[in-house]
């Protein structure tokens, strides 16, 4: 199965989730899954010309631990594009048969992700926008 995992993204607790998507990620390819980890607000890293082709490659596991300091994410998003979402993410969440969300706190917890995802025609795994956003409570 070719799974996304998404992780990272625009919140605090970036740290934690991009260790929770590393660790998902490296559990789903032992189990034989073609898996590409891709950070919600800066997208996949790498050159490409098909995301497809994303999920042929072999992909390495990456060590990544969280961070003692909070990560500034007012910062990152003002250097950024003006979007939460990054450069491609859905188009590779459309290539993959199914999306792991491994994010914590806003854009991942809350709905919004999950509504972008819906309007994509993205299967993906949790709670619907709905009940995200009322388990969240914004």
């Given at each position: ?28 390819r032992?189990?034989g ?11 996949y ?20 631990s969280?961070k ?28 993959a048969?199914?999306?792991?969300l491994?994010?914590?706190?806003a ?23 709905l ?8």
């Amino acid at each position: 199965m070719k799974i996304a995992v998404i992780c990272g993204g625009l919140s605090v607790e970036r740290d934690v989730s991009i260790t929770s998507g590393t660790n998902v990620a490296r559990a789903l390819r032992k189990k034989g899954h073609k898996v590409v980890l891709v950070d919600l607000f800066y997208g996949y890293e790498g050159e490409y010309t098909d995301p497809a082709e994303l999920f042929e490659r072999e992909q390495e596991d990456l060590k990544y631990s969280v961070k003692v300091e909070t990560p500034d994410v007012a910062k990152m998003f003002a250097e950024g594009d003006g979007s939460r979402i990054g450069k491609n993410v859905i188009e590779i969440c459309k290539a993959a048969d199914i999306c792991f969300l491994a994010l914590h706190g806003a854009d991942g917890e809350d709905g919004r992700l999950q509504a972008a995802l819906d309007l994509a025609g993205v299967k993906y795994t949790g709670s619907g926008y709905l009940g995200s956003a009322a388990a969240m409570n914004i």
